[in-house]
């Protein structure tokens, strides 16, 4: 629990951050956004799309999405989840027919993207975050890396570029991006790899929650890093809600949950199908924001 000195330090070290930090037009950014004008939270439930796209420079607002997630917080019982949505999911996407999901973010930028699942959920998202290849380094590189355990060895020499053993250690900026773009090294492939996103932002929480549990003032210190390459269009007490929810919730009680999908084709494309149960999924996520 953040005490309330820590809150008063947080707080000022927000709002000089947010009113100091002027984007630099053209430059790459961690953009986060709302999806809806006004923030309005449902019992306590917060929903939050988050979207790594394609871009290896910058982080232009139409690119394509390689990373889909909806991460939800029940800020009363302190659980959350992370649902994840293949790239190359068939889906609705409004005003331009059935795509692959990954089209909607092209197309439409975050809005549609956020749009597009709200639709397919029944999911009211509240804010969307967007990071391109670059400033993740950037950030991972600041933070230290990230923990994680590998339960076999990844390797990708011919596509991401990955070669980790198995087991326990820290990936830097370069072994962390890799692993997330690696799709070759799993029977699943881009499935698995959905997988693997979500249980990454897991490890990434792990270490936030840790280093704030023993410095609740370490909170400063990773905003003060993503703010060197970020963009934040909402208000300075919305991040602070963000940073201070987030430093609450115990990796052990978020889920991780790939939607259901068969592999097929839509002519000469190869997409994936979300199953029909992935509605009962929905569901138990709107009502609770848990998984």
């Given at each position: 629990?953040?005490?309330?000195?820590?809150i008063l330090v947080l707080v000022i070290g927000l709002i000089?951050?947010?009113?100091?930090?002027?984007?630099?037009?053209?430059?790459?950014?961690?953009?986060?956004?709302?999806?809806?004008?006004?923030?309005?939270?449902?019992?306590?439930?917060?929903?939050?799309?988050?979207?790594?796209?394609?871009?290896?420079?910058?982080?232009?607002?139409?690119?394509?999405?390689?990373?889909?997630?909806?991460?939800?917080?029940?800020?009363?019982?302190?659980?959350?989840?992370?649902?994840?949505?293949?790239?190359?999911?068939?889906?609705?996407?409004?005003?331009?027919?059935?795509?692959?999901?990954?089209?909607?973010?092209?197309?439409?930028?975050?809005?549609?993207?956020?749009?597009?699942?709200?639709?397919?959920?029944?999911?009211?998202?509240?804010?969307?975050?967007?990071?391109?290849?670059?400033?993740?380094?950037?950030?991972?590189?600041?933070?230290?890396?990230?923990?994680?355990?590998?339960?076999?060895?990844?390797?990708?020499?011919?596509?991401?570029?990955?070669?980790?053993?198995?087991?326990?250690?820290?990936?830097?900026?370069?072994?962390?991006?890799?692993y997330l773009r690696t799709r070759h090294s799993f029977g699943?492939?881009?499935?698995?790899?959905?997988?693997?996103?979500?249980?990454?932002?897991?490890?990434?929480?792990?270490?936030?929650?840790?280093?704030?549990?023993?410095?609740?003032?370490?909170?400063?210190?990773?905003?003060?890093?993503?703010?060197?390459?970020?963009?934040?269009?909402?208000?300075?007490?919305?991040?602070?809600?963000?940073?201070?929810?987030?430093?609450?919730?115990?990796?052990?009680?978020?889920?991780?949950?790939?939607?259901?999908?068969?592999?097929?084709?839509?002519?000469?494309?190869?997409?994936?199908?979300?199953?029909?149960?992935?509605?009962?999924?929905?569901?138990?996520?709107?009502?609770?924001?848990?998984?």
């Amino acid at each position: 629990m953040i005490k309330r000195a820590g809150i008063l330090v947080l707080v000022i070290g927000l709002i000089s951050t947010a009113t100091s930090f002027v984007a630099v037009p053209g430059a790459s950014e961690l953009v986060v956004g709302r999806v809806h004008r006004s923030y309005q939270p449902s019992d306590g439930k917060m929903f939050i799309l988050v979207i790594g796209n394609d871009a290896r420079s910058g982080n232009p607002l139409n690119s394509r999405s390689d990373a889909i997630h909806i991460v939800g917080i029940n800020s009363e019982t302190m659980r959350g989840g992370i649902l994840n949505f293949p790239r190359d999911s068939w889906v609705p996407i409004p005003g331009y027919g059935t795509s692959k999901i990954n089209e909607a973010l092209y197309r439409g930028g975050p809005d549609l993207l956020a749009r597009t699942l709200e639709n397919l959920t029944g999911i009211r998202l509240d804010y969307w975050v967007m990071v391109g290849f670059e400033d993740f380094r950037r950030i991972i590189r600041g933070i230290g890396g990230v923990k994680m355990n590998l339960p076999t060895a990844v390797h990708d020499p011919t596509g991401s570029g990955a070669r980790l053993q198995a087991g326990t250690q820290v990936l830097g900026e370069h072994q962390a991006l890799a692993y997330l773009r690696t799709r070759h090294s799993f029977g699943g492939g881009d499935v698995t790899r959905t997988t693997n996103h979500g249980t990454f932002l897991k490890a990434l929480l792990k270490k936030l929650r840790t280093q704030t549990d023993r410095n609740p003032a370490t909170l400063l210190r990773w905003l003060s890093i993503t703010q060197r390459y970020a963009r934040y269009d909402i208000s300075a007490e919305e991040m602070l809600r963000l940073g201070v929810t987030a430093t609450k919730l115990k990796p052990k009680d978020v889920g991780n949950v790939t939607v259901p999908v068969s592999v097929g084709s839509v002519g000469a494309a190869s997409v994936v199908f979300i199953s029909p149960s992935a509605q009962s999924i929905y569901s138990r996520f709107r009502q609770s924001a848990e998984l």
